[in-house]
């Protein structure tokens, strides 16, 4: 398994302003995942993070919109852009260690943004 | 789409009774995992039935799998306090795909 921890579990951002995301894992891992699970509703996957390339985006997100970083195998950001009510979600990442299936994911704790 | 849809969304019981969540799906799949999600943080995968089994056990928890009516279910036996969250149903389309997230079922265990 695999300890994954983002940094502040909760934030308050003004709509216009950008929020960056941290995920940090206690070993290396192969893939990881950002997800947003608006409210009341279920996690959609955003991107899958790549070490030392571009994310994979999902259909219906863009990396102007949320950036993401993956500068080594235990850390990656996901930066949420230009902010507007409608991303007051929260926002999770997850990971897949070496030699499993990418269906097996550890999510961390998550981090609730409320844009205001 | 082969995402998941629970039912009940929502469920009320009494400590000690025993919860049921349904999940229907509409493709076929590798496999289906139930997820736990307290007060709307990290989730906490609690089983995986791959698409060859029909049932699996882990402590209180039974999960059954129909491929031929797609749908899976949860049963969480002699309920706590402690198991109120949301229960999610994910699909898994093949090895290395995407987990697709159902809706949930908001489970509420009433003192």
């Known amino acids: 398994s695999a300890v994954i921890s983002q940094k502040s579990s909760r934030d308050i951002c003004q709509r216009g302003t950008s929020l960056t995301i941290q995920c940090q894992v206690d070993?290396?891992?192969?893939?990881m995942f950002w997800y947003r699970q608006q409210p009341g509703q279920s996690l959609t996957l955003i991107a899958t993070?790549?070490?030392?390339?571009?994310?994979?985006?999902e259909s219906g997100f863009v990396i102007d919109k949320f950036p993401i970083s993956r500068p080594n195998l235990t850390f990656s950001t996901l930066t949420v852009s230009n902010l507007s009510p409608e991303d007051s979600s929260i926002y999770l990442c997850s990971v897949t260690p070496p030699d499993l299936p990418t269906y097996e994911q550890y999510f961390g704790p998550g981090t609730r943004l409320t844009v205001t | 789409s082969q995402q998941g849809e629970e039912d009940p969304q929502a469920l009320s019981i009494q400590e000690g009774e025993n919860a049921t969540m349904n999940c229907s799906y509409k493709?076929?799949?590798?496999?289906l995992q139930w997820y736990r999600q307290n007060s709307g943080r990290g989730l906490v995968h609690l089983i995986l039935?791959?698409?060859?089994?029909r049932e699996k056990h882990s402590g209180r928890l039974r999960v059954t799998l129909d491929t031929s009516k797609k749908s899976s279910s949860l049963l969480i036996t002699a309920s706590r306090a402690a198991d109120t969250a949301s229960y999610f149903c994910?699909?898994?389309?093949?090895?290395?795909?995407?987990?697709?997230f159902g809706k949930g079922t908001r489970l509420h265990i009433l003192p």
């Open positions: 493709t076929s799949i590798n496999n």
């Open positions: 039935i791959r698409s060859n089994e």
């Open positions: 993070a790549n070490q030392g390339s571009e994310a994979t985006y």
């Open positions: 070993s290396q891992v192969t893939m």
């Open positions: 994910a699909t898994v389309k093949n090895r290395d795909d995407k987990i697709i």
